[in-house]
C-alpha cells in the first residue's frame, strides 16, 4: 500500500490518521506542492490522478491494482476493506451523521481554504498577503462555528465528534483545526471543538499523523 501526499495537506492528513487508527503499514511517497512548479503536475503523478491533486492511495484489492483519489472516499474503502476499529457506527442513521460532520469540513470549508484557491486568489485578484488571510479566517471560523454549534447540541457528540471513540469525522476535524492554527485563528470560542481536538493529539493514530512527524515535513 502506498500513499502519495504531502506533510502539509489536509486531506492526505486525514487519510494518515486513518491507516494509523486502523494499524495498516503503508509506504508514504512525497508529492511537493510547492517545488518544481509543483509535483502534482509532473507526468508521472498525473497518470495516477489527472486531477493533480492528492492524496492517491494505491493497494491490491480482490486480486487488482487500486489507484483511488479523494480523501473521504479512501476513507470509505479502508473502512469496508479493514473493518476492524471502524471510522463509521453500526447504526445506520449515526453514520449519516458521522458523514455529515466528515462533508461539512472537507466540501465546506476545507475548499475554498485549498492552497490552489489561495494561490488564485493572490496571482489573478492582486490580492495582499494580509487580504488572502483574512479570506482564510472568515470562512474557516464560519465553518468551524458551524460545526461547533452541532457538536454542543447533538447528544451523540462525546469525547470525540460521535461518543467515545474516534471517527471519520474526527480524521477531518483534526487536519483543519490545525490549519486555522497555523494561520493564528482564535479559536477560545470552540471550546467543544478544541476539546475534541486535544483529545485526537493525545493518541498515538493521530501524534504520528501530523504534518511535523513526516519524512517530508519541513
Not at 492528513?13 to 511517497?29: D, M
Not at 460532520?101 to 481554504?113: T, V, Y
Not at 467515545?164 to 471543538?193: E, G, H, I, Y
Amino acid at each position: 500500500m502506498k500513499l502519495y501526499g504531502y506533510f502539509r495537506s489536509s486531506a492526505s492528513y486525514r487519510v494518515r490518521i486513518a491507516l494509523n487508527l486502523k494499524g495498516l503499514v503503508h509506504e508514504h511517497v512525497a508529492v511537493h506542492l510547492l517545488k518544481d512548479g509543483g509535483q502534482q503536475f509532473s507526468a508521472p503523478f498525473k497518470q495516477l490522478n489527472p486531477d493533480s491533486l492528492i492524496p492517491v492511495l494505491c493497494d491490491e484489492d480482490e486480486g487488482e491494482e487500486l489507484v483511488l483519489s479523494q480523501s473521504l472516499a479512501i476513507l470509505e474503502y479502508l473502512d469496508e476493506k479493514y473493518p476492524e476499529t471502524s471510522l463509521l457506527p453500526s447504526k445506520r442513521s449515526d453514520r449519516a451523521y458521522v458523514r455529515a460532520l466528515s462533508l461539512a469540513i472537507a466540501c465546506d470549508i476545507h475548499p475554498i481554504n485549498n492552497l490552489r484557491v489561495l494561490k488564485y486568489l493572490t496571482a489573478h485578484f492582486s490580492v495582499t498577503e494580509e487580504q488572502k488571510t483574512d479570506w482564510y479566517k472568515h470562512w474557516c471560523m464560519l465553518g468551524l462555528s458551524q460545526l461547533e454549534q452541532r457538536l454542543v447540541t447533538d447528544a451523540r457528540s462525546g469525547d470525540f465528534c460521535f461518543g467515545d471513540a474516534p471517527s471519520m469525522a474526527d480524521c477531518c476535524l483534526v487536519p483543519q483545526v490545525f490549519n486555522a492554527l497555523r494561520f493564528n485563528c482564535d479559536l477560545s470560542l470552540l471550546p467543544k471543538t478544541m476539546g475534541i481536538y486535544q483529545r485526537c493529539l493525545e493518541l498515538e493514530a493521530f501524534s504520528q499523523a501530523a504534518p511535523s512527524a513526516q519524512p517530508d515535513a519541513e
